[in-house]
């Protein structure tokens, strides 16, 4: 798996880490509400017990207790808010923080207001610190910004020959701060592992969903060549018992046609499917994408002479991040396409340019065109059928699936739309990525 994560074990994609928090917000609401609901009213009940205990130089346990019932009731608040809600809210975080935040405040004031006398200020730092990192859900960011602030407080304001003396002081600082790093360590590891899984179930999800058009798409496109092959086989063979030779020549005939129209089938069968499979960006190089147009140009160029059709095409060089040999086909697909409906002595326009952050490709015919109608169904994936060409060509029904799917995995861009006289304009915006001068 190629590196997705940053220093904090959250996913450097700030699209892929929303979409990995709200996959995990109703599992996990009730666990965020009631472990801060009881890390509060835990920490009311030490102030409680415990303040009343202690000598307090600048106000006075009162005063604290008050800003604990305030972090209580900001729990509480929080529950009834977004209890109900089904969707991750928007400031979740800065909730979370704002709790976290709030009792290492409190917990700074109390040393300070003690002058650092309180011999339960260690313990009670190590138990906030295990709480922020192994029990309450949030950013790992701002429980170690409370943590170090734990640690700071209890080597500076705690009076170490009031309490420890000098030397044990310095020793329970520097094992606080140890335990700070193996549970910040722990907590990485962890939040890492939690988003490995997730996209690896995602990668999976993909792949199934993948696997299922590939199956659908052969069981519907496959089996009615194999019927035809099935059926003038058996129309030969009594053809054949008849002595009727012709009948069986014009059913070889047909059987050759139809392995050529499956043949060409499963090429892009094959295709369709590696673009579907393919997950990353493992196979993208820093390549010229006019030596893709070029590959293109050079595929269709036989049958374009066939038809007499003219390819003019005008590109200039752009060198970025792009799978060659999938954008490739696409454009093959692309050309193909406008030959097929080309009529004869007819002119293909092949023009390339970089404008901007896209490099733009578009691809002009002389053919019978399309209604708004069929490109708005293009557009949507809607509509993928056969078409006969200018000529009776048959085509598979999966070259502009092909074509979408390789423009989507590359964030690019189809339009299609009718020229003013005749034709239709073909034109993909692939965007710069990565570039490198031509």
């Given at each position: 798996?190629?590196?997705?994560?940053?220093?904090?074990?959250?996913?450097?994609?700030?699209?892929?880490?929303?979409?990995?928090?709200?996959?995990?917000?109703?599992?996990?609401?009730?666990?965020?509400?009631?472990?801060?609901?009881?890390?509060?009213?835990?920490?009311?009940?030490?102030?409680?017990?415990?303040?009343?205990?202690?000598?307090?130089?600048?106000?006075?346990?009162?005063?604290?207790?008050?800003?604990?019932?305030?972090?209580?009731?900001?729990?509480?608040?929080?529950?009834?808010?977004?209890?109900?809600?089904?969707?991750?809210?928007?400031?979740?975080?800065?909730?979370?923080?704002?709790?976290?935040?709030?009792?290492?405040?409190?917990?700074?004031?109390?040393?300070?207001?003690?002058?650092?006398?309180?011999?339960?200020?260690?313990?009670?730092?190590?138990?906030?610190?295990?709480?922020?990192?192994?029990?309450?859900?949030?950013?790992?960011?701002?429980?170690?910004?409370?943590?170090?602030?734990?640690?700071?407080?209890?080597?500076?304001?705690?009076?170490?020959?009031?309490?420890?003396?000098?030397?044990?002081?310095?020793?329970?600082?520097?094992?606080?701060?140890?335990i700070e790093v193996l549970l910040c360590t722990f907590k990485i590891k962890h939040d890492k592992w939690a988003r490995g899984e997730f996209i690896s179930q995602k990668e999976l999800d993909g792949l199934n969903s993948a696997k299922d058009k590939i199956l659908a798409t052969i069981g519907h496109d496959v089996r009615s060549p194999l019927v035809i092959m099935l059926s003038r086989?058996?129309?030969?063979?009594?053809?054949?018992?008849?002595?009727?030779?012709?009948?069986?020549?014009?059913?070889?005939?047909?059987?050759?046609?139809?392995?050529?129209?499956?043949?060409?089938?499963?090429?892009?069968?094959?295709?369709?499917?590696?673009?579907?499979?393919?997950?990353?960006?493992?196979?993208?190089?820093?390549?010229?994408?006019?030596?893709?147009?070029?590959?293109?140009?050079?595929?269709?160029?036989?049958?374009?002479?066939?038809?007499?059709?003219?390819?003019?095409?005008?590109?200039?060089?752009?060198?970025?991040?792009?799978?060659?040999?999938?954008?490739?086909?696409?454009?093959?697909?692309?050309?193909?396409?406008?030959?097929?409906?080309?009529?004869?002595?007819?002119?293909?326009?092949?023009?390339?340019?970089?404008?901007?952050?896209?490099?733009?490709?578009?691809?002009?015919?002389?053919?019978?065109?399309?209604?708004?109608?069929?490109?708005?169904?293009?557009?949507?994936?809607?509509?993928?059928?056969?078409?006969?060409?200018?000529?009776?060509?048959?085509?598979?029904?999966?070259?502009?699936?092909?074509?979408?799917?390789?423009?989507?995995?590359?964030?690019?861009?189809?339009?299609?739309?009718?020229?003013?006289?005749?034709?239709?304009?073909?034109?993909?915006?692939?965007?710069?990525?990565?570039?490198?001068?031509?």
């Amino acid at each position: 798996m190629e590196k997705r994560f940053n220093f904090w074990g959250t996913l450097e994609s700030k699209e892929l880490e929303r979409e990995f928090l709200n996959s995990k917000w109703n599992e996990n609401k009730n666990y965020i509400f009631l472990t801060y609901f009881l890390c509060c009213f835990f920490f009311l009940l030490a102030g409680v017990f415990g303040d009343f205990q202690r000598a307090f130089h600048i106000a006075s346990a009162k005063d604290l207790l008050l800003f604990r019932v305030f972090l209580l009731m900001i729990s509480m608040v929080f529950f009834v808010i977004y209890g109900r809600v089904q969707t991750r809210p928007k400031y979740l975080e800065l909730w979370l923080d704002a709790m976290k935040y709030l009792s290492t405040a409190i917990i700074v004031l109390l040393t300070f207001c003690t002058q650092g006398t309180s011999l339960t200020l260690l313990p009670g730092s190590m138990m906030m610190v295990i709480g922020f990192y192994m029990i309450l859900p949030g950013r790992i960011f701002s429980s170690t910004i409370c943590a170090l602030a734990l640690m700071l407080n209890f080597l500076f304001l705690q009076d170490a020959r009031l309490t420890y003396g000098v030397e044990v002081h310095r020793y329970m600082a520097f094992m606080l701060f140890a335990i700070e790093v193996l549970l910040c360590t722990f907590k990485i590891k962890h939040d890492k592992w939690a988003r490995g899984e997730f996209i690896s179930q995602k990668e999976l999800d993909g792949l199934n969903s993948a696997k299922d058009k590939i199956l659908a798409t052969i069981g519907h496109d496959v089996r009615s060549p194999l019927v035809i092959m099935l059926s003038r086989a058996e129309s030969s063979l009594i053809s054949l018992e008849n002595n009727e030779l012709d009948k069986v020549k014009k059913s070889q005939e047909i059987i050759m046609r139809t392995v050529l129209k499956l043949d060409g089938m499963l090429s892009d069968i094959v295709n369709w499917a590696i673009s579907e499979l393919q997950q990353g960006r493992e196979s993208r190089s820093f390549l010229n994408i006019e030596e893709s147009i070029n590959e293109a140009v050079e595929f269709n160029f036989e049958l374009a002479k066939e038809k007499m059709i003219n390819i003019k095409k005008n590109t200039t060089p752009c060198k970025f991040l792009y799978e060659h040999r999938m954008v490739s086909i696409c454009f093959r697909n692309i050309i193909s396409n406008a030959v097929k409906f080309s009529p004869g002595n007819s002119t293909i326009e092949i023009n390339g340019e970089r404008v901007g952050d896209h490099y733009i490709l578009r691809v002009e015919d002389e053919g019978p065109g399309m209604d708004e109608e069929l490109i708005t169904k293009i557009k949507r994936g809607e509509n993928f059928n056969r078409h006969p060409g200018t000529e009776g060509e048959m085509g598979t029904g999966l070259g502009l699936r092909l074509v979408r799917n390789v423009l989507d995995k590359h964030g690019a861009e189809m339009e299609l739309s009718p020229r003013e006289n005749k034709g239709m304009s073909f034109i993909v915006k692939f965007p710069v990525v990565g570039e490198k001068n031509a």
